[in-house]
């Protein structure tokens, strides 16, 4: 289980960030995530979905040292940047899709 944000709501928790250090606040440590956990196969589904395809996958067991959940708490961004992620996880898929599909050869393009 792990907490994915959309690159937009990052960026815009960043630029939420750099306003508020104009304010001459000390420098602190701020989560910027949707503080919900999401599985592998959460995201798959929603790939598949977005994607309209169906993916195949196989379940295998965890690989040695990785942490079970693991996902943020932003309260602190709402509480000091009055900043929260707004999409979900559809969304996220969907969007990456869309910019997957427009540039299937990546940046090299």
Not at 33 to 60: C, H, P, W
Not at 77 to 101: F, I, P, V
Request: proline share 1%; charged share 25%; aromatic share 10%.
């Amino acid at each position: 289980i792990r907490d994915y944000i959309h690159v937009m709501d990052l960026a815009h928790g960043h630029l939420a960030a750099l306003d508020h250090k104009d304010e001459g606040d000390a420098f602190k440590v701020i989560n910027l995530g949707t503080g919900v956990g999401y599985s592998v196969i959460d995201l798959i589904k929603a790939f598949e979905k977005a994607a309209q395809t169906r993916i195949n996958y196989r379940i295998v067991g965890r690989r040695s040292g990785d942490v079970a959940e693991c996902w943020s708490d932003s309260s602190l961004a709402r509480q000091l940047l009055g900043w929260q992620a707004t999409r979900n996880l559809d969304e996220m898929m969907r969007d990456a899709w869309n910019w997957q599909k427009n540039n299937p050869d990546g940046y090299n393009a």
